[in-house]
Structures are given as C-alpha cells and as structure tokens.
C-alpha cells in the first residue's frame, strides 16, 4: 500500500500529494465537488481541511470522507511519468 506523507490543499479543488517513496504532484478534484459525501466541498473552506487519516495513510476529511491512496498513487505516478517525458522532449519552435 502506497501511503501518503504530506498533503495540500491548493486552489481549484487541487491537492498537492507526497507519498512515502518520494512521488509527488498535484491532483484535480475537481470533478469530484457536489457529488454524493463530496456536496460538503460546495464550500472551499471545507476542502482545504484535507488531513492525512494515521490509520491508513490517506487524505480524509472531517465527515468520514476519505480518499483511496491507490488510486491517488496511480494519478501522481502517472502525471508523473508524463512530466518526465515532456522534460526529456522538449518541444522545438
């Protein structure tokens, strides 16, 4: 299980994440907001109290909203990946 070590909230309903093994990036929410449990998130000041929960290592919410740091993982790993490969490509003009 990949478990996260450090957690943001940043604008736009995004989170900056850090997991045990050095991965980092940010990820959009966005599409999450004013769904299900996730209605809270209507008001921004509720997503910003984003904790990491001791017991499974993931980002949580007050309310029992919690998110699957497996497939947190797999969005940073993969924007990660992506980064390095536009990094090592750059475009020509």
Not at 34 to 52: C, L, N, S
Request: aromatic share 8%; with cysteine.
């Amino acid at each position: 299980m990949h478990r996260i070590v450090s957690a943001h909230a940043l604008s736009g309903y995004r989170l900056s994440l850090r997991f045990e093994d050095g991965i980092e990036d940010e990820v959009d929410l966005t599409e999450l907001v004013g769904k299900g449990v996730f209605a809270v998130w209507a008001d921004p000041a509720e997503f910003e109290r984003v904790f990491i929960d001791p017991e499974n290592h993931t980002v949580a919410w007050p309310g029992g909203i919690d998110l699957c740091p497996e497939s947190l993982y797999q969005d940073v790993a993969i924007m990660s990946d992506a980064c390095c490969v536009r990094d090592k490509h750059p475009s020509t003009k």
